[in-house]
């Protein structure tokens, strides 16, 4: 993998371009289309979904921050990798875009959609809106109960890069500042996410507003317990290895 890195003597910027996603590359026959509009297309519309269990439908809405403004994070190794930041302006041209709303950007594991009417997508203050109704089956009901619980509670998104500003951090390393995004595919819940500000939660969960603090371990336990923040960091490491390899994989011989 070390001589992934190396890329051939190709530079960062490259690298930045043959970027696909902040989760997964997704390959052309699972990529979602822009939603139809009026005389384009050959998508037929959906029409809205009728439901006969409001009351079901209710109780398993889901809402979060897909991605968030101006929250800078940084991918790749120490030595060799960028940060990244988004834009208020970057999903200006795609939230009508068939975008789908799935668990760790996995396309089996779909859990709404917004031509179907079960995804809307917008934009706030924060970022970029997920708002969705789960559906009532095994994954539905078992990742609301995660969501509630809080095993999940990040997301992601998977996008293709538009219009970006690059500038330089005080440590030297550059900063590519998303303005406009090309196409947006997903919104994801995640068990890793880019961007550690992004969030998710059930609407009228059942959890406390003011849960109770966790439990201090025992100082005998503490060197078993689990360093979240240094899976999160391997995690970035693993996604800017299937960039490099993404890139490799795309480009010409020279």
Known sequence: MATLLKTEG????????????????????KRALAAPTAGRGLLRAYAPLKRSGDSVASSMRFVGHGA????????????????EEIAPTAFDGVLRNDTRFLVNHNPDLLLARTLSGTMRQSVDDEGLVCDADMPDTQLGRDTAVMIDRGDFSQMSFAF????YEVREA???KRIYRH????????????TYPAYEDTDA??????RSDDPE???????ADASDDLDTSA???RFRRVRFHMIAADMAATTPEA
């Not at 303005?179 to 819940?189: C, G």
């Not at 603090?213 to 100082?219: H, K, R, S």
């Open 213 to 219: 603090p966790p439990m201090e371990p025992d100082a």
């Open 231 to 233: 899976l999160a960091d």
């Open 10 to 29: 190709r530079d960062l910027d490259k690298l930045f371009a043959q970027r696909r996603s902040i989760g997964f590359h997704l390959p052309p026959s």
């Open 68 to 83: 968030v403004f101006d929250s800078r994070t940084f991918i790749g190794y120490r030595d060799w990798g960028f940060y």
């Open 160 to 163: 293709d890069i538009g219009d």
């Open 179 to 190: 303005t406009r995004m090309e196409a947006l595919y997903d919104q994801s819940v995640v």
């Open 201 to 206: 939660a059930m609407e009228n969960s059942a």
């Open 170 to 172: 005080d440590d030297g």
